[in-house]
């Protein structure tokens, strides 16, 4: 299914750039490409090889959407709409300059433009009509299967437990196989499986499918946590990459952030008083403790009583400190943090000492976050937001591992994106919505049924159809 839509995709935005080609002619020449009546043989000719480069363009960055976002399913995202016109404008572009053949620079730009915006609205109104797969799932884990089955663009039709022994259908044609390969499999099973994969039917494990649909790691499904080691070990040329990228990036808007916070330190020194800047020791890089500097939006009492988590709406935190965690300008000083050396822009987030020894405890793999640099923004921040319980942190911990193992240039400008819009939006500090005291009580009761329907019909015994 992800092939044939990854080819209808790249099929539709050349039909796209082809349309936009004729627009661009007929609004700078005044005629369709291909009409003897408007352009001399030259001309013609030469616009003709400029379609045929910018249809092979269209198709290459299709195919390098493709490639470099591997991490997601092939939704139609504005993003990778986005990212694959960039691609084939910098095709199209390098073509030209080794070809050398006619054009019209004004025709070829509004060509250009008028794809772009053809391909967004094809996305929207692609994005009107619910997109889902159907999955058939081997597992026996109940709490993997619920997790998919809520989220968006996933059905789930049928369920096999790998230990199954009597006589099984065959999934339904417009379903995925999705196996669980850290479950013991009957010889029925195995057997099933294999048929369905000879067959020619798609088979995908279910950690690929859980982390693409959720941006998360199945944390019960990590084996000693040398997924993330392995992953990161092919991945260590881009990290002195990245560290380079930080510092630059944030030496060169220096004179943008410099005023900004000497302006908020004033106000924060005005409005709440002394001291200004929020000095607090987290765990770094590889366990090394190192001092965080955050301007300080909490009573000055704030942690006599001994460090706890911050939540969104913490009476602790002063009128002026909301404002400034709801547009991140608290984390302003955390640029010196990245001068040296001891942050990165994007990164699972630098959590406190007493913190870290108690989750070291509760959670398995939890020291694997230390692998690469903090970051003062993050996965787990964009799609997360605050921590109030052990539970959201281990929700947390599972968008962490995620980043950690699909770790790019680009996932780290998606979350550059979504916390330029957290900035914008103002939603840093926003809670989450928290049930009533009656609809809590129905939720306890609603749960309390299922784990009752779980025990006497598991899902798992579910027909596959």
Same mark, same amino acid.
């Given at each position: 299914?992800?092939?044939?839509?990854?080819?209808?995709?790249?099929?539709?935005?050349?039909?796209?750039?082809?349309?936009?080609?004729?627009?661009?002619?007929?609004?700078?020449?005044?005629?369709?490409?291909?009409?003897?009546?408007?352009?001399?043989?030259?001309?013609?000719?030469?616009?003709?090889?400029?379609?045929?480069?910018?249809?092979?363009?269209?198709?290459?960055?299709?195919?390098?959407?493709?490639?470099?976002?591997?991490?997601?399913?092939?939704?139609?995202?504005?993003?990778?709409?986005?990212?694959?016109?960039?691609?084939?404008?910098?095709?199209?572009?390098?073509?030209?300059?080794?070809?050398?053949?006619?054009?019209?620079?004004?025709?070829?730009?509004?060509?250009?433009?008028?794809?772009? +915006?053809?391909? =967004? %609205?094809?996305?929207?109104? !692609?994005? #009107?009509?619910?997109?889902?797969?159907? /999955? &058939?799932? @081997?597992?026996?884990?109940?709490?993997?299967?619920?997790?998919?089955?809520?989220?968006?663009?996933?059905?789930?039709?049928?369920?096999?437990?790998?230990?199954?022994?009597?006589?099984?259908?065959?999934?339904?044609?417009?379903?995925?196989?999705?196996?669980?390969?850290?479950?013991?499999?009957?010889?029925?099973?195995?057997?099933?499986?294999?048929?369905?994969?000879?067959?020619?039917?798609?088979?995908?494990?279910?950690?690929?499918?859980?982390?693409?649909?959720?941006?998360?790691?199945?944390?019960?499904?990590?084996?000693?946590?040398?997924?993330?080691?392995?992953?990161?070990?092919?991945?260590?040329?881009?990290?002195?990459?990245?560290?380079? +990228?930080?510092? =630059? %990036?944030?030496?060169?808007? !220096?004179? #943008?952030?410099?005023?900004?916070?000497? /302006? &908020?330190? @004033?106000?924060?020194?005005?409005?709440?008083?002394?001291?200004?800047?929020?000095?607090?020791?987290?765990?770094?890089?590889?366990?090394?403790?190192?001092?965080?500097?955050?301007?300080?939006?909490?009573?000055?009492?704030?942690?006599?009583?001994?460090?706890?988590?911050?939540?969104?709406?913490?009476?602790?935190?002063?009128?002026?400190?909301?404002?400034?965690?709801?547009?991140?300008?608290?984390?302003?000083?955390?640029?010196?943090?990245?001068?040296?050396?001891?942050?990165?822009?994007?990164?699972?987030?630098?959590?406190?000492?007493?913190?870290?020894?108690?989750?070291?405890?509760?959670?398995?793999?939890?020291?694997?976050?230390?692998?690469?640099?903090?970051?003062?923004?993050?996965?787990?921040?964009?799609?997360?937001?605050?921590?109030?319980?052990?539970?959201?942190?281990?929700?947390?911990?599972?968008?962490?591992?995620?980043?950690?193992?699909?770790?790019?240039?680009?996932?780290?400008?998606?979350?550059?994106?979504?916390?330029?819009?957290?900035?914008?939006?103002?939603?840093?500090?926003?809670?989450?919505?928290?049930?009533?005291?009656?609809?809590?009580?129905?939720?306890?009761?609603?749960?309390?049924?299922?784990?009752?329907?779980?025990?006497?019909?598991?899902?798992?015994?579910?027909?596959?159809?």
């Amino acid at each position: 299914m992800r092939q044939r839509l990854l080819v209808g995709m790249a099929c539709a935005d050349a039909a796209l750039l082809f349309i936009a080609f004729v627009i661009g002619t007929y609004v700078q020449f005044g005629g369709h490409p291909f009409g003897d009546e408007v352009f001399i043989d030259t001309q013609a000719r030469g616009l003709l090889q400029i379609l045929l480069i910018c249809l092979g363009g269209s198709l290459v960055g299709s195919a390098l959407v493709a490639a470099v976002m591997p991490h997601g399913p092939p939704r139609p995202t504005y993003s990778r709409g986005s990212l694959g016109a960039l691609f084939a404008f910098f095709v199209i572009t390098a073509v030209i300059v080794l070809v050398r053949p006619y054009y019209s620079r004004p025709q070829l730009f509004t060509t250009l433009v008028v794809w772009i +915006v053809l391909v =967004l %609205l094809l996305r929207a109104a !692609l994005r #009107l009509r619910p997109w889902t797969e159907r /999955l &058939v799932i @081997v597992t026996n884990s109940d709490a993997i299967v619920r997790a998919l089955d809520e989220t968006p663009h996933i059905t789930v039709v049928g369920v096999i437990d790998p230990n199954a022994t009597g006589p099984l259908s065959a999934p339904p044609l417009d379903t995925v196989l999705t196996v669980d390969l850290s479950a013991p499999w009957s010889r029925e099973v195995t057997r099933y499986v294999s048929a369905t994969s000879v067959a020619g039917r798609e088979v995908r494990p279910l950690n690929e499918v859980y982390e693409q649909h959720t941006g998360r790691v199945p944390l019960g499904h990590l084996s000693e946590g040398w997924e993330i080691e392995t992953s990161l070990l092919r991945k260590l040329p881009f990290l002195p990459f990245k560290h380079a +990228v930080d510092l =630059l %990036l944030v030496i060169l808007t !220096l004179p #943008l952030w410099l005023p900004l916070i000497a /302006l &908020v330190a @004033v106000v924060v020194r005005v409005a709440d008083g002394s001291p200004v800047i929020f000095r607090q020791v987290r765990v770094g890089r590889r366990g090394e403790l190192v001092e965080l500097f955050k301007f300080r939006t909490m009573r000055a009492d704030a942690e006599e009583q001994g460090a706890r988590q911050a939540t969104g709406d913490d009476p602790r935190i002063t009128p002026i400190g909301h404002f400034l965690r709801s547009v991140r300008l608290d984390e302003l000083p955390q640029f010196f943090n990245i001068l040296r050396g001891e942050l990165s822009l994007i990164g699972p987030r630098p959590e406190q000492v007493s913190f870290v020894e108690k989750y070291r405890e509760a959670i398995p793999f939890y020291d694997q976050r230390h692998l690469v640099r903090p970051g003062i923004t993050g996965w787990a921040q964009v799609r997360h937001g605050y921590a109030a319980s052990e539970e959201e942190t281990i929700e947390k911990l599972s968008y962490d591992f995620y980043y950690l193992k699909h770790m790019s240039p680009l996932l780290d400008l998606e979350v550059l994106a979504r916390s330029v819009w957290t900035v914008v939006s103002a939603s840093g500090t926003k809670p989450k919505a928290q049930p009533s005291a009656e609809e809590a009580a129905e939720l306890e009761v609603e749960a309390r049924e299922q784990r009752v329907d779980d025990e006497l019909h598991p899902r798992r015994e579910r027909p596959t159809g």
